[in-house]
């Protein structure tokens, strides 16, 4: 699914957000900013996709992003190249990562989570690779909370998006795919819950364009 979109990916994501994605982006960067300044210990993008957050953290630091999809992960390489960042990428699994313990000062994940097949077990492995100390940082789609705007905005998920979405792609299936993933996807509190049955300590949420995205954020304990 990922591969069939992956030329338009980047279009889509800033015409369908009205280019609200990339401010979401920025600021979990700069949330992340005083865990990013231990430069020995790189900084893990998973579901990287074509490279956006990556690109943004380093400016901070060395990333390491991984996907196991190659048609994104070759369409974030020619980028990252024209920009000479410092990202390193890596095809393979989330859920089974090639690393050892204990490595990362930082995992991020945006817009990956909902994807994976046992999100949970994606929370263990994102755990497991964190250093003492580090931060897991899960950006997602997620529940406005404000009654007036979650209807229009529902109606724009529900009615609109996935509509855009396949003209503009041209691919049937992956924004009807959006649409019923993002809803079947536990809300903010549902998703502190999870990030602390994975293991993670202070674990809080930012609700992002009134809750259309969030960011949570839970720390491995030292
Ligand atoms: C919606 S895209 C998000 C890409 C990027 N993080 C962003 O913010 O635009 C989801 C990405 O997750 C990747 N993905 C899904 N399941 C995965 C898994 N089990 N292991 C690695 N990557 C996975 C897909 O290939 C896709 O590139």
Known sequence: MFAAIAPRYDLLNHVLSLNVDRRWRRFTVRQLRPYLATPEAPVLDLCCGT???????????????????????RIGQAKIARRRARVLLVEGDALCLPFPDDLFSAVTVAFGLRNLESPARGLREIHRVLRPGGIAAVLEFSRPWLPLFRHVFLFYFRNLLPRIGTWISGVPGPYDYLRDSVQAFPDQRQLARMMEDAGFKAVRYINLTGGIAALHLGEKPG
Do not use: W, Y
Not at 55 to 72: H, K, N, S, W, Y
């Open 51 to 73: 490279g956006d957050l990556a690109l943004e953290l380093a400016r901070q630091t060395l990333v390491i992003g991984v996907d196991f999809c190659r048609p994104m992960l």
